[in-house]
């Protein structure tokens, strides 16, 4: 056991290395860059295109990865997972061309969109090839890459003030490294229909569960734009920052627990749920404090003009990510101790609670009626996980059958 736990800890510290360059990058180079040269408004509406990117790629891409580390003890092929995604890359890359006008993008810029579409859904994907190994060195390297990608992608905005291949760039190195030094990428032939069809329904109830979560994760975009404008979507996004790319760790120690929970035979002890409750909330409540103070030192030097019009709004930003975030990691022990579709249920209830509550919120009190309104979702949302968790391990856990698959 003191065995296992040095190696979960190695592996975590090198996953979220990893993960914390690649978003470092992005979020404190690029977005600061684009926000300076192109404009608060501007800055807004790309926020808003990546918003609507994210709800499909990322999707996609974390689905048809978690299916596949679910299916690790079968004999599996790249086949079906390589068809989905290459299927789903064409389709969501044509319909960003066909829709640029609605977009607000000329030909130029929506061509490279479709291409970021479909490239962060196969880098998505691709990680999968170092969680399945347990190659935790391979996976900081491969985000190593993306961060070098998106510095290389970064002079080609400050050149051309194209700002998609900042992020495109990155996304084209990671997914070329893993076709090169890995194997889950490589064509093996065109599926069976059975197993087409047992993938295709894995990958789709996923599908759906991360849908509705990151449709909702990246609605204060879409809501805010709606009601307010771009400027209320910097705003917020500016108000959360550092809450979010704090518990960009969640990411890469789901990644970890995930590897380790799918080898693990035992159930879920009653001291260790009432560990997890009284955790989340302590890991809350310090995260918090930590992303307030970090907010009130950074935000100044990255963003000092919109400094002081979003400083009221710090404290419920960055409580409601760490919040969300946390709720992530109970999501991945329903995954091991319930059943595929609880997760569906959870971002089912998160939706319906983040529609009742946040766009009347915001229609009615702005800004602050949206900040109020979305904290009370991810409390909401962590607590009917937690009642989940609670329902599937309180009683003696039954053999898995197709259909929970």
Request: hydrophobic fraction near 50%; charged fraction near 15%.
């Amino acid at each position: 056991m003191k065995k296992l736990g040095k190696s979960i800890l190695k592996d975590s510290m090198w996953s979220i290395a990893g993960i914390v360059l690649m978003n470092a990058v992005a979020q404190f180079c690029i977005y600061p860059l684009w926000d300076k040269y192109l404009g608060s408004d501007e800055y807004g509406n790309i926020l808003y295109l990546l918003s609507l990117m994210n709800i499909v790629a990322i999707s996609l891409g974390s689905a048809t990865n978690y299916a596949r580390m679910c299916n690790k003890d079968k004999t599996v092929k790249n086949r079906s997972y390589l068809l989905i995604l290459g299927g789903s890359a064409v389709l969501f890359g044509a319909a960003a061309i066909v829709c640029k006008e609605l977009l607000g993008l000329d030909l130029q810029t929506a061509g490279l969109f479709a291409l970021l579409i479909g490239f962060t859904m196969w880098r998505f994907y691709a990680d999968v090839e170092f969680r399945l190994s347990l190659n935790y060195k391979g996976y900081f390297l491969y985000y190593l890459l993306i961060s070098i990608g998106y510095g290389i992608g970064t002079l080609i905005f400050l050149k051309t003030n194209q700002w998609v291949p900042s992020l495109l760039c990155g996304e084209i190195l990671g997914v070329a490294f893993v076709l090169w030094k890995g194997k889950i990428l490589r064509p093996d032939g065109l599926p069976e229909k059975a197993e087409f069809s047992e993938v295709m329904t894995s990958v789709a109830a996923l599908f759906g569960s991360n849908v509705i979560a990151n449709l909702i994760f990246n609605g204060d975009r879409l809501i805010l734009k709606f009601f307010i404008g771009g400027t209320a979507v910097t705003a917020y996004y500016l108000a959360s920052l550092i809450g979010k790319t704090a518990t960009l760790v969640t990411t890469p120690l789901n990644s970890v627990l995930i590897g380790y929970l799918m080898r693990y035979e035992g159930t879920l002890k009653k001291k260790a749920f009432a560990a997890l409750v009284g955790g989340a909330a302590a890991v809350s409540l310090v995260g918090m404090v930590g992303c307030y103070v970090a907010s009130i030192i950074l935000l100044p030097l990255l963003y000092p003009a919109e400094y002081e019009a979003v400083k009221p709004f710090l404290w419920l930003g960055n409580l409601a990510q760490i919040v969300y975030f946390v709720g992530n990691m109970i999501n991945v022990l329903l995954l091991r101790f319930g059943k595929s579709r609880d997760q569906l249920f959870v971002n089912t209830f998160y939706a319906i609670l983040f529609a009742a509550l946040c766009i009347p919120a915001t229609y009615l009190w702005g800004l602050w009626g949206f900040c109020i309104a979305y904290l009370a979702t991810t409390v909401g949302r962590i607590a009917f996980a937690f009642f989940l968790l609670f329902l599937r391990t309180s009683k003696p856990q039954p053999e898995p059958s197709e259909s929970d698959d």
